[in-house]
C-alpha cells in the first residue's frame, strides 16, 4: 500500500489523470471495506470524467450498482 | 439637480442632427457612468463578446473577462459554440483559469464537481460523505453552469448578459436583410489574420470614429488616394446601427496581381462596393466582395478599450502572404485610428465641454449612434 501512494502522489506530481484513474481503482480494489473502496472508486470516476478516459461509464456503473452515484 | 442635468443633457442629443450635442463627458470618464452604461448599453442587448474561431474544436475552451463578469466561452463535444458564467454552481469557484482543451469533463479545481462541455452536472464527488456522490439536496440536474444566451452572426458570438432583449433575428433584422447577399461561409484567416489593439479610450469613441468617413482624408490620407470622401455615404438605422459606404473598394492585388477568391453570388453592388458598420452596441463589420472583417469592443474600463480585430475570407484556404499582406493594411489603418480615439477621450477631460456639435452632412452616423445611447439611458432610469 505504500508503494501505491508514493505511485499516486507520483502520478499527482506529473498530473497523469490517466495513470490516477487506473491508480484509485487499483487503491479501491485493495481497501478492506466498502466506505474507503468507493472513496478511491470516486477518484477513479472524476479522473476518468476530466481526462474523457473510456473506462469513466464502468466506473460509475460500479458506483452507481453500490448506491453511490 | 444632478439627474435633472444629465437627462437636459439627453434631451440635447437627441435634437435633430443640426441642432444637436453631442454625449456629455461623464459618458466617457465616469466609472459610475460606465457601470450604468454597461447595464443600459451591453448587458440588456445583443453585445459581441468573441468570434467562433477562438474556440475552432471541440472541448476548446477560453475564459473571458467581459465587464468584470468571469466568462467561458466553450465548443461543446456536438460543436455547439456556449458561453457559460465561468464557476461552480458549488462554491462559486472559478472552473477554468486558463484556456485549454476539455478533454472529458470540467472539473471544478477546488472540490471536483464535474461539468459535461454542454454545461450539465454529471458528478458531485463524496457530496453525501465519503464515497458517497449523491445527497437528495443536490439536485445535479437544476445546478448545470449557468448559460449566458448567445447568437453566432457572421462568426462573431453576441450575448445577452441579462437575458431581457428580444431574438438577435428580430433586432438585427434589418443588417440581415441588407447584408442578404453576404450570408455566405465566412473563413476566418487564422493566427495571421487577427490582432488585438489596446486603446486609451471610452469603448463608444472607437464606435464614433469607425462610424463615419468625415475623418477619412486627414487620418487615412494613404486610403484617401483611392477612396475619396466624395466616393463615401453615410448608413443609418436608428436604434441599430450606423456607418459608411464606399463605391470605390478595391481588391488587393499581389506581386502576380492575384486576388483573394471573391464571395459567390454577390450582385453588381459589390463589385466596386464595400459597407462599414458598428452594429449597436460594440461590434464594428466590414463587408467586401472579396473579404470581411469584424472588430469585437471589449469596454475594459471608462477609459480603456480592447479591440479584438477578425479577418475573414470567401474560402477556406487563401495565400498566406496576401493574408498577411492584408492584415498589415489592415492594422495600419486601424492602428491611424488610435491617436484620434485617445485624443477625444483626453479631450473628454475638458470641464465644461458640451459634448460638441454634429456635421449634418458628415456626422450624422455618430449623432445616431449618440442618439441610441441616450434613448437608451433615458429608458434606463
Redesign the interface.
Known amino acids: 500500500m505504500a508503494d501505491l501512494a508514493r505511485r499516486l502522489l507520483d502520478a499527482h506530481a506529473r498530473d497523469d489523470r490517466k495513470a490516477l484513474v487506473a491508480l484509485y481503482e487499483e487503491a479501491a480494489n485493495c481497501a478492506n471495506d ?6 478511491y ?3 477513479a ?2 479522473f ?6 473510456s473506462a ?1 461509464d464502468a466506473l460509475y456503473d460500479r ?1 452507481h450498482g453500490l448506491g ?2 | 439637480m444632478a439627474k435633472d442635468i444629465e437627462l437636459d443633457a439627453l434631451d440635447a442629443v437627441r435634437r435633430p442632427v443640426a441642432s444637436a450635442n453631442g454625449l456629455p463627458n461623464a459618458h466617457y470618464t465616469d466609472p459610475d457612468m460606465f457601470r450604468t452604461e454597461a447595464q443600459a448599453l451591453l448587458m440588456s442587448t445583443w453585445a459581441g463578446l468573441a468570434v467562433t474561431a477562438d474556440v475552432p474544436e471541440p472541448g476548446d475552451a477560453v475564459p473571458m473577462d467581459f465587464l468584470g463578469m468571469p466568462l467561458l466561452l466553450i465548443r461543446d463535444k456536438q460543436g455547439e459554440v456556449r458561453v457559460f458564467q465561468n464557476i461552480c454552481r458549488h462554491r462559486g469557484m472559478m472552473l477554468v483559469p486558463e484556456p485549454r482543451k476539455i ?3 470540467i ?1 471544478c479545481p477546488y472540490h ?1 464537481w ?1 461539468y459535461s462541455t454542454a454545461g450539465r452536472l ?2 458531485t ?2 457530496v453525501g460523505g ?5 445527497h437528495d439536496a443536490i439536485d445535479k440536474d437544476t445546478l448545470g453552469l449557468i448559460e449566458v444566451p448567445s447568437h453566432i452572426w457572421r462568426e462573431v458570438v453576441f450575448i445577452n448578459v441579462d437575458g431581457t432583449a428580444p431574438p438577435f433575428e428580430e433586432v438585427h433584422a434589418d443588417l440581415i436583410a441588407r447584408w442578404a447577399e453576404h450570408d455566405k461561409p465566412l473563413y476566418h484567416g487564422g493566427a495571421d489574420s487577427t490582432f488585438v489593439l489596446d486603446v486609451r479610450t471610452n469603448w463608444k469613441l472607437a464606435v464614433e470614429n469607425y462610424c463615419e468617413s468625415y475623418h477619412l482624408p486627414w487620418v487615412h490620407p494613404g486610403l484617401n488616394s483611392y477612396s475619396r470622401l466624395e466616393d463615401h455615404y453615410n448608413i443609418e438605422a436608428p436604434g441599430h446601427y450606423s456607418g459608411q459606404g464606399t463605391l470605390v473598394y478595391r481588391q488587393l492585388r499581389g506581386v502576380n496581381e492575384e486576388v483573394f477568391p471573391d464571395f459567390e453570388g454577390l450582385s453588381e453592388k459589390w463589385v466596386e462596393g464595400g459597407e462599414y458598420v458598428a452594429l449597436y452596441p460594440n461590434v464594428l463589420l466590414g463587408v467586401q466582395r472579396d473579404h470581411a472583417f469584424a472588430i469585437v469592443l471589449d469596454p475594459v474600463a471608462q477609459d480603456h478599450t480592447r479591440e479584438h480585430i477578425h479577418l475573414f475570407y470567401a474560402t477556406p484556404r487563401t495565400d498566406e502572404g496576401m493574408r498577411a499582406k492584408n492584415a498589415t493594411l489592415w492594422k495600419t489603418v486601424f492602428e491611424e485610428d488610435i491617436g484620434v480615439c485617445e485624443g477625444m477621450q483626453r479631450g473628454r477631460s475638458a470641464p465644461g465641454f458640451d459634448g460638441g456639435r454634429f456635421s449634418p452632412a458628415m456626422d450624422s452616423p455618430t449623432h445616431c449612434f449618440h442618439d441610441w445611447v441616450a434613448m437608451r439611458m433615458q429608458g434606463h432610469g
Open positions: 466498502l466506505d474507503a473502496a468507493c472513496f472508486l470516486t477518484h470516476w472524476v476518468a470524467l476530466d481526462a474523457g478516459h469513466a458506483l453511490r452515484a | 478533454e472529458g469533463a472539473r471536483s464535474c454529471v458528478s464527488p463524496h465519503p464515497g458517497h456522490n449523491t
